[in-house]
């Protein structure tokens, strides 16, 4: 037992009326999750107002210890701590849900103390594990605190997140479960079998206390032997009851997403007000002042010098994932917000080009994208410049988190390498087909494809640029250097590499068949036929004027040829934004592909220079 | 020690052999996995010759024993072992990964003796869950056995699979983890730590055995303490070396994904030539004769009976995703080989309806999306027809896996729900807006997308029905229902709902925006201008010849409203189908949305009827 243990009764209190608010909110809003709330409103109201240090009024500070509620449907429970905190006004709470507040269903960054946004189970460890690691690249020593539901560790990200922490020595991170043992449609997996859950942690190499998440002392003593913990990352496993505090509600299934009605409200708040204790300052209890953060001196790094340009000449013979490691290394040495992350394929993807000089800005994840994404979402939260790279085929397994790393706007930079059916031999489980049309998806998302190694250095530049997600692919193949040194790529742009008056027709590539189509230009030539070609590095944004010209000014005809598969890809980005003045004609891989020789499946499958060549003249 | 050990000295010159093929291949091919399959060329020398029972000619008898090469870059040694068994003439093993060859890279479905393609790690446990749980389903006694490499562990898709293992306590399930502690890159993040390893198994609830993988007496031990086991699935954790039996890749980092050379290969052979035991039958070594497997009587229970008609009204409001549940119910009374697959929401899709009635046929994997796809793509394997279902957006989650079912060509229907903006209050975390670019970017994916309950239970039907993977995208508001119980939705069509010879523009809606459409006609009728709707129900395959047509017919103005981002969404899908023919204007969704009311919503972001309205003027 601590000295704090006389804050017991306000904390006490204040977890009661942080229930009250949740329950209100939610009946308001007509929709929500108040039962989920109750269950962690001990656990919140301690954290929050006798372990944390922070300024609440500046939840930006880099020294404040930080908190991700990955549990996102408690958002109420969130809500209502920042306001009992002092972050914003509590009679803001009614507007919960309303297309005109940002007190939204679910967690978002358009709230100032939120990094990441959640909802999406499973998640908000990896983030954190992402705000730890930074903490130790700002030199910072906050510490990083994430709520989780206990269904939710049934996600195979959570013991991703679970390795990487203990690989990394995150003693600075400190997890909670809310072992309610209710799930959505029925009692998780595990109930309270609690411990199960503290085996499975323990296997894992963490410390894990298992408490009563309703007992405010002895969640204070977790805390504390969390932070006096200095070799491994802490999970306390909080034994809870869904619905706490609410006689009819606490304990039963079928309350998950679901408010009380007006009458039932009114009861639940009648039994809560019963629940305020005296001697903690009753109903109008006062919040403790909250400890602002020590002041390390530490600041998130900023500042971007300038690159110099591509040292590569031209027709040099080099891979896009190849210059994208070398680009990434001069990319680190003018910026120091740039980190990268991996997932064992680094020597595939040449990001162990930047691990060799920058070691401490260089995170290994070994086979578990999930974690790395996510990692990447936290760092990248809290300041840096993110660029987590595997194989692209293996990007899809952490799709869910790029899809709320787009929701949270977040400065994340995938690179994606060994796309489409050009890497040959190792067959489909390998070759993305898929990834533009899974990162065109995403609106906020800039979607980059080098063709050679000059553009690749550029793109990975202004990719790191670009305010938000970004996408680069790149190809296995070596290709020859087509640009000088001093050619720029902004994004949202393309290249027109051949052109005349003459020209019957508009042929647009992007990475391997750029090659393609400037084969089939000599091709053509040779016949007296003469072909645009351009090479649409910027496949999002698109560069529509440029396209729609070239339409126009070749007959309505266009070709577009693509190491992808057609639905969401290349082609249709081409025939949406030609719309009306062309005819395009979509050269894609329309069938499950093999192994093979890349030539040969280029040409197996539809996208070599010849299917170029043929397709133009039949459009003639 | 068993009997079968006099077998040791033969099985070891197999293993010896299974090296010098794996060694060959992968050297002919000019690239491929040979340290790793020397790492498992013990494990698998002994699984096919002295633990499984089945028939090589017959791989696809439903009673043999399944083995899941989950490490699908040691496809060599799969395929060396299938030849030593007789499945194919070892001569055909020099093809690997030429095009003409289903030898290929990774294992894939082209191969009889595959269940599911492997070669994105972490896949492989989760499909034999459901290839265990298949064997229950056709009551089999087969047993399911499936290799793992130490590094694919670290992804949590391999603890999705424990967990649901454990569940369902499925004791004829046997993996083994080759922990040869090399990854990719590097050492694995545990390295040769078996007891690390063993913690983890044995908190997840499974009977773990460490052993020396190149004993195969060991093996064999281990093998039959498995099989003697039968309240838990067993893992047995094999420590190995690293291209074992070759002394200059024995245990060396930078051998992952390399082929020896040709002088390097002599020399390996030349070592492995000398490993032979001359007991055990030497260099020309037979492999001993592999028992059959009793039959049970089992056989995969086929045949579909007609379901009786949509049982709804016009006019009757219904959400589609719970006329997803209802007929899911009517689809499992006829077809005995239809089953289904939550992840903890089945009170908000409605499959709940039919676990209520098919307990033995509804799996329940709780919050974790990839084994519920995983285990689903192992029952498709083996003659089910799998309905796993979810919010739409969480099957983002297991997109990786929703890629291998494409590529395995898997009789997987994907179901997802509360799709789009319509979910409103919620916000963007639970709003799939890109579930339709995924899904589209598969070229073998039916996606359908019904507007009211008569057409989602004709769509669940036709997805059934569908040779190959499915998408069914379900709505959460209650809408009207508009056709009649006699309409048939035909995979590829669409649905022209209001046309006249005076129509001057051409409005394509799909699921909520269908709506929207006939609000916008019923507007615009007001004021005298005629337009036709088109709902397109199936996105893919898409009704060209009908989309082209109403182009044509409505001066090659066409206006697609979709609840989902413009990327790869239906409005670029038109575009594509009436290229040359239409000036397609997209209304999507173009921004991060947020929280707010259905209705709100739809307006805020540029989908209603009003923005209908507006475009369908504009173009005039």
Not at 124 to 134: E, H, R, S
Not at 442 to 448: D, E, I, K
Not at 461 to 479: D, F, L, N, Q
Request: glycine residues 10%; proline residues 5%.
């Amino acid at each position: 037992m601590t000295a704090d243990n006389a804050l017991i009764p306000t904390l006490h209190n204040i977890a009661t009326r942080l229930r009250i608010e949740s329950i209100r909110s939610t009946t308001a809003a007509g929709s929500g999750h108040p039962s989920t709330c109750c269950s962690a409103a001990d656990i919140v109201a301690t954290l929050f107002f006798a372990e944390m240090r922070f300024d609440p009024k500046r939840p930006q500070d880099p020294d404040n210890d930080r908190f991700v509620l990955s549990k996102g449907h408690a958002a109420p429970l969130l809500f209502a701590a920042w306001a009992e905190a002092g972050a914003f006004d509590r009679s803001e709470l009614l507007k919960l849900r309303q297309l005109g507040s940002d007190l939204e269903g679910h967690p978002t960054p358009r709230l100032p103390f939120v990094d990441v946004a959640t909802g999406s189970l499973g998640q908000g460890l990896c983030a954190a594990v992402g705000i730890a690691l930074n903490a130790r690249r700002i030199g910072s020593a906050h510490r990083t605190y994430v709520l989780l539901g206990d269904g939710e560790s049934a996600e195979g990200s959570v013991w991703e997140a679970a390795d990487v922490a203990r690989h990394y020595e995150l003693t600075s991170l400190c997890a909670i479960i809310d072992v309610n043992a209710l799930g959505q449609s029925q009692a998780t997996a595990l109930g309270h079998d609690m411990d199960a859950y503290a085996r499975r942690w323990i296997a894992f190499g963490w410390q894990a206390i298992v408490v009563d998440g309703h007992d405010i002392g002895a969640l204070l003593d977790a805390f504390e032997r969390a932070r006096q913990t200095t070799d491994r990352p802490t999970m306390i496993l909080a034994k809870t009851i869904k619905g706490r505090g609410v006689s009819f509600v606490e304990g039963l299934n079928g309350w998950h997403g679901r408010p009380l009605k007006k009458e039932e409200e009114a009861k639940a708040i009648a039994e809560l007000q019963a629940q305020f204790l005296a001697e903690g300052g009753g109903p109008d209890v006062a919040a403790p002042a909250i400890p602002p953060p020590p002041h390390t001196g530490a600041r998130v790094s900023g500042g971007r010098g300038e690159m110099a340009p591509p040292a590569y000449a031209l027709g040099d013979s080099v891979a896009t994932r190849e210059a994208y490691g070398t680009a990434l290394v001069k990319l680190g040495e003018v910026d120091p917000r740039v980190v990268v992350l991996d997932a064992d394929v680094k020597n595939s993807t040449f990001s162990d080009r930047f691990e060799k000089v920058f070691q401490g800005r260089f995170y290994q994840n070994f086979i578990a994208e999930q974690v790395m994404v996510g990692s990447a979402m936290g760092l990248a939260s809290r300041g840096a410049i993110a660029f987590p790279s595997t194989f692209a085929c293996f990007l899809t397994r952490a799709y869910d988190f790029i899809r709320m790393a787009a929701i949270s706007r977040l400065n994340v930079k995938l690179a994606g390498s060994h796309a489409g059916v050009s890497i040959g031999e190792d067959g489909p489980s390998q070759m993305a087909l898929e990834d533009l049309a899974m990162m065109r998806a995403q609106p906020n998302m800039a979607v980059l494809y080098p063709c050679d190694a000059v553009s690749a250095e550029r793109l990975v530049a202004a990719a790191a640029a670009w305010e938000g997600p970004a996408y680069i692919r790149t190809s296995r193949p070596k290709t020859p250097v087509i640009y000088g040194p001093g050619e720029l790529f902004p994004v949202g742009g393309c290249k027109v590499l051949r052109q005349s008056a003459q020209d019957v027709a508009t042929v647009v590539g992007a990475g391997v068949t750029v090659f393609e189509a400037l084969k089939a230009y000599d091709e053509l030539m040779k016949a007296g036929v003469a072909i645009r070609v351009i090479d649409l590095y910027s496949i999002q944004p698109i560069d529509e004027a440029t396209l729609r010209a070239a339409a126009v000014n070749t007959g309505g005809r266009v070709v577009s040829v693509e190491d992808h598969y057609a639905g969401g890809g290349i082609g249709e980005a081409v025939a949406a934004a030609t719309t009306g003045v062309a005819t395009v004609r979509i050269l894609a891989v329309r069938d499950i592909p093999r192994s093979g020789k890349p030539e040969e499946l280029l040409d197996r499958f539809g996208i070599s220079a010849r299917h170029i060549v043929e397709t133009v003249r039949q459009s003639l």
